[in-house]
Structures are given as structure tokens and as C-alpha cells.
């Protein structure tokens, strides 16, 4: 299967502080803990560390063949077999371009086409300010409300263009008073 | 139907019952007026949640208790997001395309006051006297409710509206009858598997129930994967009881105790409702040990599966249950006699296991009434694409696609032409005009080189080209390919390669009997349902519509305006209105300029073909149009 998401030297390339990196094993155990020993528990367990940091570490893979007693190679070839596992980390925002049937007839492609220019990264990347990150989705099963937009896990119906400058100018303002904020404080 | 009666069962089932009937009948008390709204997923991206918030908010400024309830999905999502207000004195009417303003408008003067707001709503739910019942519809001709019969009218979140309006009363009578009797009375109603296949349920259960095994699964697949199908995601946010009774009863039937729900990660919200339905039917002890004092134990399992298309195929989604990548294997032992942890397991669909309560209730006779000859029942179809109604649909078997895209549909928006219609996701095929008459059901559809898949059921107009279909169709399946068999995994590669070659323009016409044999070559040589069914779109589409690939081949043209290699846009100067500025303020990329009379022109170097100044030009005007090959564009403003 190709996947977008797992380029092979994406989980080489991305550079971890060791806070950053302590900070993931602490986060890895804490839901270990919630698991036994069992490979059935593999893919709950990829979900929820998900969950918690947002994509999959490479240091955080490691932890879990460590407590499941697999080899490593059997983590990343899960990860990088289903579509729902990231290797990059995520963006503040995440937009999901619906692809299903229904969303492509009605022009998703030409949505996906609006948030590439503007965001300046393809699918399956993450902006450099890791504002935003960009990905397609098969279907959220909103077809009725052909072409979907995800946004922050919200499904926003009957998208178009010019509604995409619109949500980016909502995001900068949003941004612009937080900025603001922060530096009055 | 050899029923014994048990008084433990009996009287652990009407304590249940008695409680939710007394909470219903408080809720119904004929006194206040009662408010639903639809937030399932759909209703959701329409805005339903505002709209509910506001409900709320000016109900609580006057210090009003009505009841405000979340409903499910009740079908009609083109008019998303809809109310539902039922007013004693008054019949129950249904609004639709509530937004903010209007729902306060609803509070204000209908539930505050006595205006009945009749020009927000879509019809009535009962018939009555004084205002046109939405049943009046033609589309309710043709559509038969079994499945969908609670959606929009409980509240998911609460199982004792289930159980009100006849819940688990079928688990109850199970429970007193011997496990061979129900698979007999499921054999006798001839259900078939709705996950695309059309396989007798009684037979996987069968087959099951006689190993000797002593640990068995029963798993409910609920991976719906196909893009534009979304009807198990309707059915597990509407009514996740419905498909839980139908598991316990197949649990009991084939004698498992550990059960699965395995529900793709991208339904978040069935995955919320399934989780809470099951910890309320845990605490009514309908779930768990010794159910209804029966001392059957059976338990659920929620399983989010990761997004694998391939997953919704049996023996790929046990192995991703087992943690392992969802590569499928080869069949037989089948599941139901080697499956889940090499024991018996059985896995059925969401809609399968939701028709096992009614059966049992209704009777396997009641059953084998509806639909056609070989297939029993109804069908439940997601309608979507060109199509002004689109949503949720459920006809018996046997309707004919012109009845559920014409009648429940209510035909092709903006008055275009019916092209196409995609029956049955990317495993399905392409019908076209010729087809609209046939009733369909399991056999009619494979005739015609589609199937029912899961349902999923897209409209195409006039604007739709079928190669692109095909094309979007291929890249799905080829990316979603799990990689095990050679001819799936670099066929559909090829054969993808030469679709994208025709929809550029710059496809030789002997592809298209290299493309033929080579689909012919992917369905031998896959072992799995994937693999055989790819080529479906492609060779239904060559076979309906030939005379679109070869435009596409020798004229370079997309004669459906799509392929955007193959077009381009274009304002026509003689009916630009020059001093209107429309498609200069909507253009995304600032291609469109005024020359020195102020006609706007496109440049077409900078257009990226998004489509937004056609629509911003104003339809008196209607300036805009797609041309293809591009090259009809006058070459002076081609610069």
C-alpha cells in the first residue's frame, strides 16, 4: 500500500529535542499502562499514543515492540499500512480533504488543488510553522453534503474555494489576537 | 417459532421494559410540546449543532422546559439541518434548512407562540387536516422502513426510547427459544448478507454454531469503506441498539460470548454512540453475564479499525483485529470455521445483524414477503451526487432505479440530464440509461457487471465524464490495495497509468483492448474481493460508454467538460456585461483582467481551472463557459 504519510525517511528527518524526546516516552507509558502484553492490543495502543502527540515517533514505536515484546519492524509495518497513522508531526490546524465519490464529482479535487496553493505543501505535509497540515480522507460519510472539508475534526458541508480563503482568514485573525494577547500579558 | 416461555426471562425483561415505557409516555405526556433535532455526522456539517445550541439558549432565556432532544439521521439530508417539533393539538411537523435565525424564529413563534411557521417546513409526520404530510411525498410510494424505522424518531443516547418503541423485545423471545430454532427461522427468511456479497446469513451461523469449538467470536463489520456509502455510519449514530440486539441474538444463535464492533476511526461519532449504547445496555444487564437472567454471557468489544479499505473484506479485518496488517488470506477454512484466533467466528454486516431483531419479531414469513424472489427484504441505498434528494433511502428489493432516483430522489438538479449512476462504490459499476428500468436486487445488479456493495448509489449528470469516474475509481482502489497479489497490485497500477493517459489526451486507442484484457487479468488473479471486483468501473464504463474514451483518445475533448487537461474556461465577450467586476473579485489566483472595453478576459496561463468565476458570474449573464480542447480559446488571448 502506498501511503502519503510514510515516506521513508519522514521519522529520520524529523529532529527531537530530548525534552521533546522525554516528553514522548512519558506520554508512550502512560498509555501502555492501560494495556496488557497482547499484539491484539497493537493497533489500540497506535491509536491512543496518536491521540496524545498527534503522530507516531519514531521513539514512541520503538517503546511499544519494547513492551509488546515484537520486533520493531512489525510496528512500523503496521503504522504504515493503515492510513490513519502519521509519521509527521501534525500542524495546529488540520484540514481534511474529503475524496469519496460523492465529494470528488462535486469538485473536492479542486479544493484539494485551493489548500495546496495557499498552504504551499501537498498532501500528507505539515506547514513549516506547523500551523497547518494537510491530508485526504476516503470518506467521513457526509456525501449528501458534497464537496467536505474536515477542519479541526469538524466536517464542514458544501465547501468552495473562496470558503477556503474564508476559513485562512478566520485562522489569521484567530492567530492575531491570541499574538496580541500574549504580548499585552 | 418454538417459543418456551421462561418467567425469568419474562419478568427481567418487563422490569426493563416497564421503566423505559413509564420515562417514554413522561416524555410524551401530551401536555408539553416536544423539540427534536437531527445531529447525526450530516446534520453536523449542516450546522444541526448550532441550531440545537440556539433551541436551547431561547428556550433557557424564558425559562422554558421543553424537552429538547438529539436525534439521528432521518434520511432526508439534503434538507439538513432539520427540526422536528411535535406541539400537542398540533400533528408533528418536520422543518427543514434550519439555520441560527430561523431556529429562534421556530422558538419565538411556534413554541413560544401559536404561529405554526409553515414556511419552513417540509410536511407533516402523520396526516392530518391542516397541513400536506411529508408521507404525501412520491418517494413514500416506494420506500418500506424496516431498518430505518427508529432513525429520527429516539434518541441514540438514551436505550429507553429504544426499548419503548419495541426494543430487545426480540432478544426476550430468543432467549426462550433453542439456538437451532432462530437459525432456522433466519434460513426460513432468506437474509442475506448485506456487506456486498449477498451470502445467506443462516448458513455462515450454521456453520459456526456446529463446531465443537468452545470459544467463538461474532463480529459485526462496521468498516465502511466504500467512498459515498455512508448508511452503517447512519445506522450506528441513529440506532446503535438495533445492531447490538442483533448481535446478542446471533451471539446466542451461534454460541459466542466475546463479540466486536469493528467501526472505522473516521466515524467518530458512532464510535461515541456505540460506546454509550453498550455501557447502557451493560447496566440493564441486556449485555454481559447472564443476560436477562437467561445465563447466556455474551459481551461487546469496540474496535476502531485505522482506515483500510481492504479491512471490509472478512479475513483482512480478523487480521487487523489480531494486530496484524489487514492482509486478506486465502478462503476456504472461512472464517466461520477457522477465523478470529483460528476459532469460529462469524462476521456480518451492521444492516445484517439490524434485520435480525425484526425477524424474530416480525417472523421469518413477514420477512421473505418483502422484495424479490432470490433476495429478501429491503435495501438501504445512500443517495448522493446529482441528485436533489440526496440521503438515505430504504425500498424492497426489486424497486427499479428510475423509482429511487427519479421518484425518491426526486431526479437530477437544475434540470441536467441523467447520465449515469454508480451503484455500489469502487467494487461496483456504471450504469447508464439502459439499466434505469431494471428492478434490482442481489443477481439483477451482477448481471449488469455491478453489484450492491454496500450501497452506496452516485448520481452523474451531463457534467460527469465516465473516464475520470473510472479513473478516480482505479486510483482508489490502487492505492488501497493491500499489495499481497501480484496481478491487484501492479495491474490496477497499469491500468491506472492508462486511464490517467487518456483524461491528459494523450491515450492510443489499442489501450483500450490492452486495458480490457488486463482488467479481465486483475479479477482472475486477486483472491480477494478488492481485486476482483477493481475492474468493475472500468469495464462498465468502457462497456456504456466507449464513445467518451475515444473522444478523449482521438479528439483530445472531455465531451462531459471535466478532465482538466482537456479544458479550459473561457468569457465570452459578447455577453460579459463589462461593467459588472464578479469574476475579477472571485478569481482565486487574480487570472482575470479587464481590457480596454471592459471585457473581462481569463488569462490562461495563471487560471488554475478552479471553476469560481463561473459560478460568481451572475446567471443573468452567464458569460463564463468551459471549452475542450482548450484550444478552441481565440488564439488573441492565448498570449
Not at chain 1, 163 to 174: Q, S, V, Y
Not at chain 2, 135 to 164: C, Q, S, T
Not at chain 2, 166 to 187: N, R, T, V, W
Not at chain 2, 572 to 593: N, W, Y
Request: charged share 25%; net charge positive.
Amino acid at each position: 500500500m502506498q501511503n502519503t504519510n510514510a515516506s521513508s525517511n519522514a521519522w529520520r528527518n524529523t529532529e527531537i529535542t530530548s525534552q521533546e524526546q522525554g516528553r514522548i516516552l512519558q506520554k508512550t507509558r502512560a498509555v501502555l499502562r492501560r494495556f496488557t502484553k497482547k499484539r491484539e492490543n497493537l493497533v489500540p495502543i497506535l491509536q491512543q499514543v496518536q491521540d496524545e502527540l498527534g503522530y507516531l515517533p519514531r521513539e514512541a514505536m520503538i517503546e511499544i515492540a519494547r513492551f509488546l515484546k515484537i520486533p520493531k519492524i512489525d510496528v512500523y509495518e503496521v503504522v504504515t499500512f493503515y492510513n490513519q497513522f502519521r509519521l509527521t508531526p501534525p500542524g495546529r490546524h488540520s484540514i481534511r480533504v474529503c475524496l469519496g465519490t460523492a465529494c470528488h464529482m462535486k469538485g473536492g479535487y479542486i479544493l484539494l488543488d485551493a489548500w495546496k496553493r495557499r498552504l504551499g505543501i501537498d498532501r500528507g505535509q505539515t506547514t513549516k510553522d506547523r500551523e497547518f497540515d494537510l491530508d485526504t480522507v476516503a470518506c467521513v460519510g457526509c456525501c449528501a453534503m458534497a464537496p467536505v472539508n474536515v477542519i479541526d475534526k469538524k466536517a464542514e458541508g458544501r465547501v468552495s474555494p473562496t470558503k477556503i480563503d474564508g476559513f485562512l482568514l478566520a485562522f489569521k485573525m484567530e492567530k492575531e489576537k491570541k499574538d496580541k494577547e500574549t504580548r499585552w500579558q | 417459532m418454538a417459543v418456551t416461555t421462561s418467567p425469568d426471562i419474562v419478568s427481567a425483561f418487563e422490569k426493563i421494559r416497564s421503566r423505559a415505557l413509564a420515562r417514554w409516555k413522561d416524555l410524551w405526556d401530551g401536555k408539553k410540546p416536544v423539540v427534536m433535532v437531527s445531529a447525526a455526522t450530516c446534520g453536523r456539517a449542516a450546522g444541526a449543532l448550532e441550531v440545537l445550541q440556539t433551541i436551547k439558549d431561547e428556550l433557557g432565556k424564558e425559562q422554558n422546559d421543553t424537552p429538547v432532544l438529539e436525534v439521528g439521521c432521518l434520511g432526508h439530508c439534503y434538507a439538513e439541518p432539520l427540526v422536528i417539533i411535535a406541539k400537542p393539538g398540533n400533528p408533528t411537523i418536520v422543518y427543514g434548512y434550519i439555520d441560527t435565525e430561523k431556529a429562534r424564529r421556530l422558538v419565538r413563534d411556534y413554541i413560544l407562540g401559536d404561529d405554526i411557521s409553515l414556511e419552513f417546513a417540509l410536511g407533516a409526520l402523520e396526516q392530518n387536516e391542516l397541513i400536506p404530510s411529508i408521507y404525501d411525498l412520491p418517494r413514500f410510494k416506494h420506500e418500506k422502513y424496516i431498518l430505518l424505522e427508529n432513525i429520527g424518531h429516539i434518541d441514540p443516547e438514551d436505550v429507553d426510547h429504544y426499548i419503548a418503541r419495541g426494543g430487545y423485545e426480540a432478544l426476550a423471545k430468543s432467549l426462550q427459544m433453542q439456538p437451532q430454532d432462530i437459525i432456522e427461522e433466519i434460513k426460513k427468511s432468506g437474509l442475506r448478507g448485506r456487506g456486498g456479497a449477498g451470502f445467506a446469513a443462516a448458513y455462515k451461523w450454521k456453520v459456526c454454531r456446529s463446531s465443537p469449538s468452545k470459544t467463538k467470536y461474532l463480529i459485526c463489520n462496521a468498516d465502511e469503506g466504500d467512498p459515498g456509502a455512508f448508511m452503517d455510519r447512519a445506522m450506528l449514530e441513529s440506532d446503535p441498539h438495533a445492531v447490538i440486539e442483533g448481535m446478542i441474538i446471533a451471539a446466542y444463535a451461534v454460541g459466542a460470548h466475546h463479540g466486536y464492533i469493528y467501526v472505522r476511526a473516521e466515524y467518530p461519532l458512532a464510535v461515541h454512540r456505540v460506546g454509550i449504547a453498550l455501557r447502557q445496555a451493560r447496566s440493564l444487564r441486556l449485555l454481559g453475564k447472564n443476560i436477562l437472567a437467561s445465563g447466556f454471557n455474551f459481551d461487546i468489544k469496540l474496535f476502531q479499525g485505522s482506515g483500510a479499505f481492504v479491512c471490509g473484506e472478512e479475513t483482512a479485518l480478523i487480521a487487523s483485529l489480531e494486530g496484524k496488517p489487514g492482509l486478506p488470506h486465502h478462503r476456504p477454512p472461512f472464517p466461520a470455521t477457522k477465523g478470529l484466533h483460528g476459532k469460529p467466528t462469524v462476521i456480518n454486516n451492521v444492516k445484517t445483524l439490524a434485520y435480525v431483531p425484526r425477524i424474530i419479531k416480525n417472523g421469518a414469513e413477514w420477512f421473505a414477503n418483502i422484495g424479490t424472489e432470490k433476495s429478501k427484504g429491503t435495501a438501504v441505498f445512500a443517495l448522493a451526487g446529482k441528485v436533489v434528494n440526496t440521503g438515505l433511502t430504504e425500498v424492497p428489493m426489486g424497486t427499479t432505479l428510475r423509482q429511487i432516483i427519479f421518484d425518491v430522489g426526486g431526479g437530477i438538479p437544475k434540470g441536467k440530464r441523467f447520465k449515469a449512476v454508480q451503484v455500489g462504490g469502487p467494487s461496483g459499476g456504471c450504469l447508464h440509461e439502459s439499466a434505469l428500468d431494471m428492478p434490482i436486487d442481489f443477481d439483477s445488479l451482477k448481471e449488469v457487471g455491478a453489484m450492491i456493495g454496500s450501497g452506496g448509489m452516485v448520481v452523474m449528470d451531463e457534467d460527469d465524464c465516465m473516464v475520470e469516474v473510472a479513473r478516480y475509481f482505479l486510483e482508489f482502489t490502487q492505492r488501497e490495495s493491500c499489495g499481497k497479489c501480484t496481478m491487484c497490485r501492479l495491474g490496477t497500477r497499469q491500468m491506472l497509468a492508462m486511464l490517467e493517459e487518456f483524461t491528459c489526451g494523450r491515450g492510443r486507442i489499442e489501450d483500450l483492448d490492452t486495458l480490457i484484457e488486463l482488467a479481465e487479468d486483475v479479477k482472475v488473479g486477486s483472491l480477494c474481493g478488492l481485486g476482483k471486483t477493481a475492474p468493475n468501473p472500468v469495464l462498465t464504463t468502457l462497456r456504456y460508454f466507449r464513445d467518451e474514451y475515444e473522444a478523449h483518445i482521438k479528439e483530445k475533448r472531455c465531451p462531459a467538460l471535466m478532465c482538466h487537461d482537456l479544458i479550459a474556461y473561457y468569457i465570452l465577450p459578447e455577453k460579459c456585461e463589462r461593467s459588472c467586476d464578479a469574476c475579477v473579485g472571485s478569481c482565486t489566483v487574480e487570472a482575470i483582467s479587464s481590457d480596454k472595453r471592459r471585457i473581462k478576459v481569463i488569462d490562461q496561463a495563471k487560471c488554475v481551472k478552479c471553476g469560481t468565476c463561473m459560478t460568481a458570474c451572475p446567471p443573468q449573464y452567464n458569460a463564463v463557459i468551459k471549452l475542450s480542447p482548450p484550444e478552441k480559446v481565440p488564439a488573441a488571448e492565448k498570449k
